[in-house]
C-alpha cells in the first residue's frame, strides 16, 4: 500500500481518505503509518467539527415532546405555568439570530 496522505482522527488515522487505521502496535496499517511518519511526512490536521447553531443548541435544551406534555397536564391541575417558564428559559438561553435578508 501507497500512503499519500494521513489525516488525524479521534481514535486513530485516516490513510488516503479511505481507510480507518486504528492505534494499535500490533496492526500491520499502523506500523506503515508509523513508518511513513517517520519518513518525515506530515499529518493532516483533525477535521473541526462546526460550531452548533442557535437553533441546534435550542432543540437540544429543550424537554422532550413527554416531560412537555407532563408540564402542561399539572400546570392545568395545578394552576401553574412550570410548561411555560421552562420554555422561556430556553428561549432566553438561546436567543433567535437576526439576520440581514
Known sequence: MEITNVKLMESGYLVNGNMSVPEAEGNRHYQMVQEWLAEGNELEPADIP??????????????????????????????????????????ASYPKEVTNA
Open 50 to 91: 462546526p460550531e452548533p447553531t442557535y437553533a441546534e443548541l435550542r432543540a437540544e435544551a429543550y424537554p422532550s415532546i413527554q416531560e412537555q406534555l407532563d408540564m402542561l397536564y399539572w400546570d392545568k391541575v395545578n394552576g401553574t405555568n412550570q410548561w411555560q417558564q421552562s420554555i422561556t428559559t430556553v428561549k
